[in-house]
Structure formats: C-alpha cells, structure tokens
C-alpha cells in the first residue's frame, strides 16, 4: 500500500510482539519480569469490558436480539453478536479466500486479547504420546520436544492462571495443578451413569475458571456466561490475566488497531522490527526491536510471515524449508444433542454453574487397536444456561402449537438437552495449507491469506467413532438423539473446516531446517532473533484444545529468549 510518509519510532526496544491472546499476553508477561523493554502491536483495539463483554446481558439488549442481520448471528461489522465485539470469521475490510471445493471457516479476533476473551477455557495438557506420534503409530510426525520438557511449564501456567479439576492418572490426560472443579449438574451425572454403564470413564471438567480467589481474581460466581467474555476475570483471558501483569512492570507499551504488515530484516539477515499500518490514521509505521515475537494466531502469523519478502528471504521470511504455510490443522469434531425425558421431570432449579464443562470424557481407546490414529474426548455441555436465540429451535421443529402450549414445551425441555461437544486429532497433511492470494488485498493493502483444506480418510474414520460413541452414551443414558453437526457432505456429524477454530501447525517446529520452521524453541532456524509462540508452531495436532500449550510453549520460549539475548547469542 502506498503511503504519504513513513513513521519510524525513535526508541528501540528490546522485543516487539506481535498479537496479544495466548501467546503474545503470555510473552509480554514473561519478557517484561525478565527486565526487557517489550512493545506490542495489537490489530483491534483495547478492552473495554464494560463495552464489549456481553455476559449478564439478556439477548433483548441486543440491537439485533442476538440474532445478527437478517438472522445470521453478526452484526453490521461482521463480529458475532452474541459473543465478545470484534471477533467472528468475518471482519469487515479483511477478506480471506479459499480454493475451489475446499472451504474453511477462519475465525479472528481484533481486540486485546484476542479469542482468549471468549474461549471455553477447557484446559487439557497434550499427553506424552502426543509428541511422539510418528515413533509410536508410523504417521504424522514427532516434535523436537518432549512431554517432559514443556511440564515444568504446564505447571507454570495452571499455577499462575488457575485451573480446575482432578487428578486421575490417565495417561492419555496428564494430571496438571488444579483448584476444586464445581459439582456435577443433575444432567452431567445423567451422562456419567451412561458413560460407567457401558465402560466409558467421563472425569471432573478441567479448565481455565478459578473456584477460589486467586492472584486478586474472585472466584467464579456460575453465570455460566464464559463464551461471552467475563467481566470479574474469573476466567482465563490474556487481557485480564497477562497482559496486566506486564502493564504493571512499566516495560510494556502496548500499541492498539496496528495491522502488522511485515517483519523487517537487516543486512545481517536478522530481524530488525515490524511494519505496521495505523488503522486509524492509514499510515505505515515501523517499530525497531532487538528481537520480534509473533503470536498473531496459526494463520494470521504464516500470513505476516510469507508477506515479509526481501532479497534475502524470497519466499518470506524464515521459509527456507518451504514449510511456511504448510500443515495446517484443525480440530476433526463432530456434535450430537441428546434429549432426556427424566430431567424434564425435576423442578426447576439453578443449575447454571461454570460456562464450561463441569465433567468430560478423556480419551479411553489409546491401548486399543482402532481403524484410525489419533484420538478424541467428549465434553459435556449443559445446564440451564441463559436461554439465547434459536435455543428453542428443536422445539419448534418437532412440536405444533403456539402461545402457552409452545412456551409449556419449551419449559418442559429447558435443561433436559445436553449437547456432547467431540474434539479429535487431525493428521498433518499436505494437502491442507494456507498461502497469499495473489489477486486480493484488504483495506489495508496487505496482500490476504487463500486456504486449501482437506480432511484426510483418517479423520473421517475418526468422526465415524466419534458419533458411534456419542450415540451410544445418550441411548444408554434412555435419552434419544434430537439433533448433530454435519450434513450429507460431511457425515458423521464432520463440522466445517475451520469450525472449532482451533487451527495450528501453519510455522511447524521440528527438528530438521529442511523440514520445518521453528526448532523447539519455537525460534526460526534461519533467523535467531525470530520466534513464533501460537499454534502455529505445533507439529501435530492432539486431541486436546490448544489454548494451555500454546500458554507453556510461549513461556517456555520466552525464557529461552531471555537467557540468550542475555548471553548476546540473538544478536
């Protein structure tokens, strides 16, 4: 993009960062107690919670009743209604395109914090077999670490950020550091009767919600609104949990609506800052830093990565291997809503507790010879939850009537469905990638990402057992099946790619240059000064959700950044 003048700032810090969720909040924290001047580019603005967290709010304070324009769930900027401002798979201005036969949903925040202001806070560590899937299966590939390696740093985060739970000495879910989880709701206890019924173990929930006060946060008060941001910090959010504690250090300067354009190089082929476009004043500005963090998000990272092409790094930067952009993953998952009759026969009473999962089922079948690799858990979502649009939509499909019958049905069903949320592992492939589109830009000028995604047979097979298992736990629980996810092109209740938003792999570590990134200090292999902390560094994709590795793996490689800038080994 062509711009009148170029803003340089005069300062050079000591580390840049890129992005301001898991990863970037989590190296703020680590790097500022370090003693480095950090600044960091954030593309939204700052948080205002009172402005754009939406939890305790009914849906008829919504312009739009929650439902969006013309029903489809966004408002007129494109972000979720219901959900924290700013963030959705559309963002006005900054268009993405797919290839032919191959759609993928990219959901993105642009506000401080970024999706850790409205995940599920489910808090799974990856499993030791995890990192070693090729030794043990012959497919995917192994990280350059270990589960040993990122523990100590498991423990670092669940200590500062509070996670619930047990401990229950599974192997395929290792045991973290956890506060007292809440009690199982009447309908979760419905679930776990079915799942011992038929051998099936479903566990206390683990997540990122404290129970007890802790660090000066208040323990959750069960609202049951945590998708929806949550206005006591309760809840874990980069931007109510990380970034405060870096704030506090006066070493960080945090620089709002700055899209990143691209990473610049010096002669010496180290990087030397970021460019930026204010999106306020749509002039470029350049930040000068000893040593540049990205944590942007999987995608949103390959995408700064690949545009910043020099002389020496044509390809974009740090993409000698020609990785850059490869591998992208998200979780396989599928859906299944179960109805039962007997909760509908209990008085009503406050059941709402956390808005996360009050119990789960871990992966059972890891010493079991299966038809795929990989694995999946099941989380139970549900309870009496503050009723949102389209809530009732099952009723209204199965049941005739209007005026008090229909409102006798949906009281009769309110906090007798309980939805099972699957979350499975997906194979790197090749055929899955995302790469610069080269005909599009967005407003900003920035050239956009174009993505290919394929779901491999392995995934299919998987969700195959995924839903088998599902349907299995609400019949034996003498419920019936009332709805799924998927359609007649993605069976087994496949949801779309992209759907869980859990995307990673895109700047994969690995232990060959040839082959990867990263190393597994998620610093670039051919640009020392160069670190990369969000999914975008795994190599394979668990089961688990991402968000409590993504947190280990940027302290880890914050620390590490520490010691050899230190030691003069970045310059």
């Known amino acids: 993009m062509s711009a009148p003048h170029i803003i340089r700032t005069p ?3 000591d580390v840049c960062i890129v992005g301001s969720g898991a990863a970037g909040g989590t190296a703020a924290k680590v790097l500022t107690e370090a003693g480095f001047e950090v600044v960091m580019l954030e593309a939204g603005p700052m948080l205002d919670v009172s402005r754009h967290y939406t939890d305790h709010k009914w849906v008829y304070n919504l312009q739009h009743r929650g439902f969006g324009v013309g029903g489809s769930g966004y408002n007129e900027e ?3 209604e219901l ?5 959705g798979h559309r963002i006005k201005g900054e268009p993405y395109t797919s290839a032919p036969d191959s759609p993928f949903w990219w959901t993105r925040a642009r506000i401080l914090g970024g999706r850790t202001n409205h995940w599920n806070r489910v808090a799974l560590r990856f499993a030791e077999a995890d990192f070693r899937q090729r030794s043990l299966t012959g497919a995917g590939d192994d990280w350059p670490i270990s589960y040993q390696d990122l523990a100590p740093y498991y423990d670092k985060v669940e200590s500062f950020i509070g996670v619930y739970g047990t401990r229950e000495n599974i192997p395929s879910a290792p045991d973290g550091i956890y506060q007292t989880p809440p009690k199982p709701r009447c309908s979760d206890l419905v679930v776990q009767r079915a799942c011992q019924k038929i051998g099936i ?12 006060p802790h660090n000066g946060r208040p323990a959750c008060h069960y609202c049951g609104q945590c998708t929806r941001g949550c206005m006591s910090a309760s809840t874990f959010s980069s931007s109510q949990v990380m970034i405060p504690k870096a704030l506090a250090s006066g070493r960080l300067k945090v620089i709002s609506n700055a899209m990143a354009r691209e990473i610049l190089v010096g002669k010496d082929g180290r990087a030397s800052g970021v460019a930026y476009i204010d999106k306020n004043t749509r002039t470029e500005n350049r930040v000068v830093a000893k040593a540049v963090v990205v944590g ?3 995608c949103e990272s390959a995408r700064l990565l690949l545009n910043s092409k020099s002389s020496l790094f044509p390809n974009g930067i740090a993409n000698s291997s020609g990785a850059l952009g490869r591998y992208l993953m998200d979780s396989s998952a599928t859906g299944v809503t179960g109805y039962f009759p007997q909760l509908s026969a209990l008085p009503a009473h406050n059941d709402e507790g956390t808005g996360s999962v009050h119990v789960y089922v871990p992966w059972w079948k890891y010493a079991s010879k299966n038809e795929f690799v990989g694995g999946y858990h099941i989380e139970v979502l549900t309870g009496r939850q503050m009723p949102g649009p389209q809530q009732f939509r099952w009723v209204g499909n199965h049941f005739e ?3 008090a019958g229909l409102k006798q049905k949906c009281k009769q069903v309110y906090g007798a469905v309980v939805d099972l949320a699957v979350r499975g592992s997906m194979l790197p492939n090749e055929r899955s990638s995302c790469t610069i589109d080269p005909d599009v830009v967005d407003q900003w000028g920035i050239p956009v990402l174009r993505f290919n995604f394929k779901w491999s047979d392995n995934e299919v097979r998987l969700a195959r057992d995924m839903n088998q298992s599902c349907r299995a736990i609400v019949e034996a629980a003498g419920g019936q099946v009332v709805s799924e996810t998927g359609s007649a092109d993605a069976p087994y209740g496949f949801l779309a790619s992209g759907g869980v938003a859990h995307e990673v792999g895109t700047v994969r570590m690995g232990s060959d240059p ?9 610093q670039a292999h051919s640009v020392k000064n160069l670190f990369v902390t969000d999914g975008g560094c795994f190599t394979t994709n668990p089961d688990k959700n991402p968000t409590v590795s993504i947190l280990a793996l940027s302290w880890r490689a914050s620390e590490y950044l520490a010691s050899e800038a230190k030691k003069g080994s970045l310059s």
């Open 11 to 13: 300062k050079t810090y």
């Open 78 to 80: 494109g972000n979720l």
């Open 83 to 87: 959900d924290v401002a700013h963030i």
């Open 201 to 212: 173990p479903c566990i206390p929930g683990r997540a990122a919600i404290i129970t007890q």
């Open 296 to 298: 942007a998000s999987a």
């Open 401 to 403: 009537g209007y005026g």
């Open 514 to 522: 040839t082959t990867s990134v990263l190393n597994g200090f998620c």
